[in-house]
């Protein structure tokens, strides 16, 4: 299918819920490329937040539309609306939901560690120019998507360096933290925090408002700290985070038969209405080191 025949038609955008800057700089390259409206639905992150306000996007402009333009998500109960249109699928995940892009008019999905990265491509492959604004945006979402780097390797790098252009890295700052985080909840977390050594393996347990919070920990003092596990509560549950190498022998090995067991629901890195971190530390007397 030729998706430059979209341009014509009317078009509604739409990312996952707790919409991310992947998703909202997804819906924006759709935008100023096809035209129509939008729906983004309410974000998670200060990130999000800031990217949306330099974007000068709101939560949502539903109007009339034939089509649905859906990104960054490989499952159709991720959406926070019906597909009650046709529609096509710009995502970067594994397809996870295979009947969801069976029934999709045209997909275009490539397994890369963000949205962005797949629509620069398939920008490049239509001959379509990007504007300044569209590749910032695209720098904010890789730099996001891949926990701020953490995950990131050199085709990342080299992506993000013509995202950048000519503006500086500090100008992403400005954009991701320009919503403040709660001081005072932010030092009580800290001062609440709970850690414990156990078979050599240093763990945190503490108690955040706000994911920001959570983010703001791991940026600045999960490594600082030397941590191995972080076990952080959260109104919607439970949020963990491990050093990369413990990934495998504690997470998939101990936590996830747990997640299982009690079927835990688990969406965005959150098990959602799970709190009971004592099932985890104990999990965790079975841990072989490594």
């Not at 780097?149 to 950048?164: D, G, I």
């Not at 500086?168 to 800290?190: A, G």
Request: aromatic fraction near 16%.
């Amino acid at each position: 299918m030729d998706l430059l025949y979209f341009k014509s038609k009317k078009i509604l955008h739409t990312t996952h819920k707790m919409a991310d800057c992947d998703g909202i700089a997804s819906v924006y390259w759709g935008l100023k490329v096809f035209g129509g409206s939008y729906y983004i639905p309410p974000y998670e992150l200060r990130s999000a937040y800031g990217l949306l306000k330099y974007l000068n996007l709101s939560f949502k402009t539903l109007d009339n539309f034939d089509y649905i333009f859906v990104y960054d998500t490989d499952k159709r109960e991720d959406l926070d609306i019906n597909l009650s249109k046709p529609y096509v699928i710009f995502d970067h995940h594994n397809k996870r939901d295979r009947k969801f892009f069976q029934n999709a008019l045209f997909s275009y999905s490539i397994t890369s560690s963000a949205n962005v990265i797949n629509l620069y491509n398939l920008s490049t492959e239509l001959g379509i120019e990007l504007d300044e604004t569209i590749l910032f945006s695209f720098a904010i979402a890789l730099y996001t998507d891949t926990a701020m780097f953490r995950t990131a390797r050199k085709n990342e790098f080299l992506y993000f360096s013509k995202f950048l252009g000519n503006k500086k890295f500090e100008d992403l700052y400005e954009i991701i933290y320009q919503k403040e985080i709660s001081q005072e909840n932010f030092i009580s977390s800290i001062k609440n925090a709970k850690f414990l050594n156990r078979n050599n393996l240093k763990i945190c347990i503490t108690q955040f408002e706000t994911h920001d919070e959570f983010y703001a920990f791991i940026d600045g003092l999960f490594n600082v700290l030397n941590l191995d596990v972080l076990l952080a509560i959260l109104p919607e549950g439970l949020r963990i985070h491990l050093k990369k190498k413990h990934v495998q022998k504690i997470y998939h090995a101990l936590f996830v038969p747990i997640q299982k067991e009690y079927n835990i629901r688990r969406y965005q890195g959150i098990w959602l209405n799970f709190y009971d971190y004592n099932l985890l530390l104990n999990a965790l007397d079975n841990y072989k080191g490594g």
